[in-house]
């Protein structure tokens, strides 16, 4: 599996949206754009929802640890959590290597798609980038 | 994760701005400053420290010379330690003090000489206290008329190289050797060509020296030491860094286990007051507060796991009573694992075992011996 970053969806707090079918059901994976982890390096914890929650879109779903300061993260959409990358919170320093793939943090199944309409592609969330330098 | 917050305030630059900027730093503000915060990586650069040495632009720090005679009568009104009988070439640590014993800045104090022979104090004190600082200096002025004050920060730089390998390697770079100064010793040189002050302090944990040189000599400077140390794995070192070196050495720092709030019986720094040789500012407080004992008291905990406690979270004792809040906590990079210190009531500052609050949720915590790292003594 290898995920294209430019078919994703992104957040203004800088988290990107993969959303798939999968059994009648839309499901959202979401994770931290490269970007993002440039910009906080040297990660040291990560704290994951529970599998079974319920979340609102632009709600905080966990919190991501750098060395110096704790950053939440919030879910781009709404949904009930349905998979957790529990490898992830012991293997942070994999993280800065492959975002959108090894990087996924947490599985959705998504209640309300108008959120999605909300996020950015991925040309708007460069600029973005661009301009926050 | 959250967007930067653009702001669009001036901010003081140090004379070695424009080499941090070429060298890729990250540049935040701080206390009226665009400081940097890492170069790379601030675990790298921590390590740096502990291994070798690292370079820390601390020239946002406020230096305050007292020239002429009735200086150290007017420092001993101002600060916790003693003046009058520092040596020339001493540097001690001290604390300006309010009437009530509330700490307003901790500082150092150094008595020099210039080559032509005349002396003075330098008093360098925190960035973020130097207005307040100078405002509370400016009225005991008029009691000692021959004393002249005057701000000497914007007009130097200050260095600090900090490492097992700073002495060392440096002696080979100056004429005059750092390593010939005892700690917490300090001399004017004609280094570099031009006068500079070497002093053998620092905020690390680690060996090494700070030097205050003029403005426009700090980039050469600065690169010399960089070059000297390349091959041995010197580093230029950020806020970052300086912030988990310090924690790990449990040094504290002003706005976080000191503010005006806090006396230094409780703040833990009672041997930098001499409380009986004279009179000064907050000195009567500070006696009753020794006498009394204190309310609270600075303690050091390991939280359990991996998830770090931040400053402002609650500390609470195993019956679930809150007794007390982190002043600073982190990951320690040299430990692998959270470090942090508190202020905790004096009641409870004796047990083993608490729990931290750590946004929402509740996390063993033992308290430990400060400091939670100590270099190894040659």
Redesign the interface.
Known sequence: MSRDKSKLLYA????WVDVAEQGGQKIATIG?SGF?LEQ???L??M?LPEVGKTIDAGEEFG??????A?????SPVGGEVVEVHAEL?DNLEKLNDDPYDFGWIVKLKIDDESALGNLMDFAAYEKQCAE?G | MSQADPSSQTYAQTPLDAWHRSAGAKMVPFAGYEMPIQYESIVSEHQACRNAAALFDVSHMGRLRFDGEGSEDLLDRLLTRRVTDLPIGGVRYGMVCNEEGGILDDVLVSHLKTPSESRYHLLVVNASNRAKIVEWIKPHLDDFPKVTFSDRTELTAMIAVQGPLAMETCKKLFSFDPSRLKYYQARITDQFSKPAIVSRTGYTGEDGFELVVRAEEATRIWENILLAGRDAGFAPAGLGARDTLRMEAAMPLYGHELDESVDPISAGLGFACNLDDREFIGRDAISAVKSAGPARVRIGLLPEGRRPAREGCDVLSTHGQVVGKITSGGPSPTLGHPIAMAMVDVKHAEATEFEIDIRGKRSPATRTKLPFYRRAKK
């Open positions: 203004e707090t800088h988290e931290i993002a906080l390096n040297d040291v914890y704290e919190e991501v640890e750098s060395v110096k704790v950053s939440p993260l919030y919170p926050s």
